[in-house]
Structure formats: structure tokens, C-alpha cells
């Protein structure tokens, strides 16, 4: 019920419709909003002008007047009257639905009567808001629109089922709320009085218990209201003429412009309107639920999203997280080696040190007695040992000039880290688009309308579901022995329908279908029951496939 107050609000107001009028484009509006939004027309343009002119266009030929729609097609937000060059122009402004509406050029004068009986200014031109189709009134003015009396019943008829929960007639202290009402006794009970004084046994088992609010409406239902003609107010609408599409009075009939019209009883076109309504509403119902679950199918693609996302997410952490492992596993290899270069270089020029550190203190341990050798004063003992410390002076100093102090190691490490290849890797390290196999076809689903049974033959009929995208190239369809035992293949081709000769009288049946493409097959439709019988009477049962 909620999702229908939107239709049953005017497109100017926003609020529910009040005396609500039928255009001729069948669009409603209140009728003190229609007035609200009148503009006046040149004096060339009015309908008598343009009845003198030899015209010919009808008042309600609104089709022909979309040259001069107050609705700017480029939606500038302003409206004037195309090929009118007097004409002003006239800010347009939306109303609380959001739909587009022209205020009148001029406030209307003080007046004290109804809205359906103030005059009109002559010349009035009026705009629907929905469609912006404009229509120039006639001397009626706003009497000459035919008062919407099913839509003032359908908003009474809401409005009450909106208000306060009613209260159990039968509590004695403090009554709790009613739960059903029941239309026998025209009394509304709560759940613990129903049980106690309105058993569902002996007499009171036939009693139909509705909800409250609809036993609310029920029980103030007014009569119905009789329409009167718009043309001849005192007569009621009591035949329909099938060109103009609309009721009729006798009077139209015998002096009206409808006297040469075909027409019908209202009564027989009322009830076939409401067989071609209640037929046009079917399909509408399939449609509405097909898109509930599409939506549902949304629903739940959101849900899968966000989990397909913490998962995708974690298994990129989780390769990145892999990357950065085998780096540092290497980093660590690269610093052993540089950890080993540096310890050999230290070696080889601390064994340097070592040797040179002894080679000197031998040297100069040489030198200070060859001074100290000096420094005697006996000849004949320093000519004893000279010759051999010249020998062994020299034998040292060219042992010191054999690259002895050339250092045997540098102190730059002759490594160079070659990066730009992983570097270039990383930079180019992105997603591949894998490429979806194809998928099999979405389960199909047998429709219970079409399926029944004769005698001892059985149709079946299925359909692909509503929002699969994926085509089958055909179906199988398999029924079992009629004892439980195994499924056999019974069809096989594009059809969706197939009828099933030579079963065996008062016999169930038990019936699957799927789809196939040429990546393989879907699973199993639910298993539909089926029961034979000789007499030609069907049963059709539904249980969920196992």
C-alpha cells in the first residue's frame, strides 16, 4: 500500500488529490491546483476566435496545441506562448513532486465560492504538468473536466487504512489492540478474546476474520457515488461511447455531439475495462516480480562483491607479501656475499700489516746496531764485521723495494648491484584480464501454469529464468518410471514445451528438465510431480528436487 501514495498525490500540490479532475490527456489534478494554474490567452486565440476562424480544432484536440505548450523544450526554466510576440513570459517553478508547473499570469480575484463553481477568465489555457500538453478551456471552464470519483474513493479508502490501529471490542479493562475483525459479527478481536469467544469450530468456523483495516474500510464503505454528465449536470452517465472513449448521458445521446457515435451499456464496457485491466495487471505482476528478483539477484551480487573483493584483496597481499619474501631472501644472499668480501679484504691487509709490522722491527733492529756498531772505536773489530752488515743492509733494503709496500688489497669493493631489470619488472607488474570460460546455462524453471495432465498423456513447459544471460542451445527432459525408479530421457531439443503420450493411468510421475550448452549442462530443474488419472481430473504437485 505504501508504494501507491505517490500515484495518489496531485503533481502540483504534493498532497493528496482534493476534488481531483480528469484532463483530457488523462492526467488528474486537484481541482483548486488546475485553477491555481490557469494562464490566459490572447483574445486571437480563444475558442470562440478560432470556431469563427473555420478552424475546425476541436477544445479538446490537445495534440494539435503543442506549439503552444508553456513547457520549454530546451527547459530553460521559462515558458511563453510560441508565435505569440505580445505574449509574456512566464517563470515556471516545481512543485513538491518535482514536476514543472506555470503559475497563473495574474493572482485570481477574492471569491467566495467553491473552487468548481468561481468563474474562469475567459481565454484560459491550461498546462498539464506531467506531459505539458496544453488546452485552451471552453465556457465552461473547469466544469467542463469530468470529476475523478474512483480516485476520491481509492484515497479515502487509504487514508483510513492508514490511521490509528483499532482496539479489541471485548477486553474488559484495558483493551489491546485488535489483530482481526471478523464480518459476521462485525466485531474486531485481539488474539486472546478470538480464542475465547470466537472459537474456529461448530458455526463460527464459517465466519470469514479479515484484518482490521480492511474490516475498518468494509465497515465504512459509502455507496457508490453516481457520476453526472459534464455536458448536462442533471442527468447521470448511463451509456459509454466507444469513440470518444468516455460515459455518456441519454441526453448526449439524442441531442449531444455523441448522437452519432456507437455506444454501449456502461454497465457491460465497466466490467470488461476491469477483465482487460485485471488481465493487463497479470502481466505487470510478472514483470514487478521478475524485477524483485532482479533486484534480489543485486542484492546479492553487492554481497558477493564485497566478498570477492576481501579475497581478491588478500591474495594480492598475500603475492605481494611473496614478492617481498624472495627480495629479502635475496637481499640477505647479496649481503653474505659483501659480508665475505669484506672479511677477505680485512685478512689480506691485516696478514699485510703482519708481516710489514715484523719485517720493520727487524729492520730497525738492524739499524740501531749498525749504529751502535759505528760509534766503536776499534778498527780492526769493525773491519771484522763490516763487510757482512753492508751485505746484510743491503739484502734488506731490497727486500723493502720488491712491492713490500705496495698495498695487496684496494678498499673499494669491486661489486655493482645490477637492479634495473626487477626495477623494470616491478614498474610493469600489473593485472591479466583472465579470460572467463564460457559458463553452463542457468537452471531452468518449469512453469505450473502451463504444465497438466489428460487422461494418460502429460505436458510440460519450462523457461530459461528471467535474468540469465547465458543462451542454451536446448533441454532435456526426464521422467521416471512412474514407480520411483530411474529417470529416463524423454525430449531432447530448443522446444520449452513437450507433451508426454503412453503414461500409465493412476500413475505419479516425477518430471525434471535442464539446459545444455556447449560447455556442459545445468543442474536439474526442481521435480515436479505429476498424477495421471482416467478421468481426466489433474493434480500437480511441487517438491524441491533433492
Known amino acids: 500500500m505504501e508504494e501507491m501514495e505517490e500515484e495518489l498525490k496531485c503533481p502540483v500540490c504534493g498532497s493528496f488529490y482534493r476534488e481531483p479532475i480528469i484532463l483530457p490527456c488523462s492526467h488528474n ?42 513547457y520549454s523544450e530546451a ?44 468563474p474562469v477568465p475567459r481565454n484560459s489555457c491550461i498546462t498539464c504538468p506531467q506531459c505539458h500538453r496544453s488546452l485552451i478551456l471552453d465556457d465552461r471552464g473547469l466544469r467542463g473536466f469530468p470529476k ?54 461448530g458455526p463460527l468456523a464459517k465466519h470469514r476474520l479479515v484484518p482490521p ?34 460515459p455518456v448521458c441519454y441526453q448526449c445521446l439524442e441531442e449531444g455531439k455523441h448522437s ?23 502481466g505487470l505482476s510478472d514483470r514487478a516480480k521478475e524485477a524483485k528478483e532482479f533486484l534480489v539477484q543485486l542484492r546479492n551480487m553487492v554481497q558477493q562483491i564485497q566478498e570477492n573483493s576481501v579475497e581478491f584483496e588478500a591474495c594480492l597481499v598475500a603475492q605481494c607479501d611473496a614478492l617481498i619474501d624472495a627480495l629479502n631472501r635475496r637481499k640477505a644472499q647479496l649481503l653474505a656475499r659483501v659480508n ?52 746484510r743492509v743491503h739484502l734488506t733494503e731490497d727486500q723493502w723495494g720488491k712491492g713490500t709496500l705496495t698495498p695487496r688489497m684496494t678498499t673499494d669493493f669491486d661489486l655493482s648491484l645490477d637492479n634495473s631489470p626487477l626495477l623494470q619488472s616491478i614498474h610493469q607488474l600489473d593485472f591479466v584480464q583472465v579470460k572467463a570460460s564460457s559458463p553452463v546455462p542457468a537452471t531452468p524453471i518449469l512453469q505450473l501454469e502451463e504444465c497438466c495432465t489428460h487422461n494418460n498423456s502429460a505436458t510440460l513447459s519450462w523457461k530459461q529464468p528471467p535474468l540469465s544471460t547465458v543462451p542454451a542451445d536446448g533441454y532435456i527432459l526426464e521422467l521416471d518410471d512412474g514407480s520411483g525408479g530411474q529417470f529416463r530421457e524423454v525430449y531432447v531439443g530448443k522446444e520449452t514445451m513437450c507433451t508426454v503420450d503412453g503414461l500409465h493411468f493412476n500413475s505419479t510421475y516425477n518430471a525434471r528438465v535442464k539446459a545444455f550448452n556447449k560447455t556442459g549442462v545445468s543442474p536439474y530443474s526442481k521435480t515436479l510431480v505429476l498424477q495421471t488419472s482416467e478421468g481426466g481430473c489433474n493434480f500437480l504437485s511441487f517438491f524441491p528436487c533433492s
Open 75 to 118: 527547459d530553460s526554466g521559462y515558458g511563453s506562448y510560441g508565435g505569440f510576440a505580445s505574449a509574456p513570459t512566464t517563470p515556471c517553478q516545481k512543485s513538491p513532486n518535482g514536476v514543472r508547473v506555470f503559475p497563473p499570469a495574474m493572482p485570481p480575484p477574492p471569491t467566495h465560492l467553491s473552487p468548481a463553481l468561481a
Open 148 to 201: 475523478n470519483r474512483v480516485l476520491e474513493g481509492v484515497i479515502d479508502r487509504y487514508q483510513q487504512s492508514k490511521a490509528a490501529a483499532l482496539k479489541c471490542q471485548l477486553c474488559e479493562k484495558a483493551p489491546k489492540e485488535a489483530t482481526v475483525m471478523c464480518e459476521q459479527c462485525d466485531v474486531f478481536y485481539c488474539d486472546p478474546c478470538r480464542l475465547r469467544c470466537h472459537p474456529p469450530r
Open 340 to 391: 665475505k668480501e669484506h672479511e677477505h679484504k680485512l685478512k689480506v691487509v691485516r696478514d699485510q700489516i703482519s708481516h710489514c709490522t715484523v719485517k720493520l722491527r727487524q729492520t730497525t733492529g738492524l739499524m740501531e746496531y749498525c749504529l751502535e756498531v759505528i760509534k766503536e772505536n776499534d778498527p780492526s773489530g769493525f773491519l771484522q764485521i763490516s763487510d757482512a752488515l753492508i751485505r
Open 260 to 282: 452519432s457515435h456507437e455506444v454501449k451499456a456502461l454497465g457491460a464496457m465497466w466490467k470488461l475495462h476491469k477483465n482487460q485491466l485485471s488481465q493487463a495487471l497479470n
Open 213 to 246: 483495516a480492511q474490516g475498518r474500510v468494509s465497515r465504512r464503505l459509502s455507496p457508490r457515488k453516481v457520476s453526472t454528465c459534464t455536458d448536462h449536470e442533471l442527468e447521470n452517465h448511463s451509456m459509454y461511447c466507444v469513440q470518444c472513449k468516455m
Open 29 to 70: 489534478l486537484c481541482q483548486a491546483c488546475a485553477r491555481n494554474i490557469l494562464v490566459q490567452t490572447p483574445e486571437s486565440e480563444s475558442p470562440q476566435s478560432r470556431r469563427a476562424s473555420g478552424s475546425g480544432v476541436s477544445d479538446y484536440d490537445y495534440l494539435d496545441l503543442d506549439k503552444m505548450s508553456l
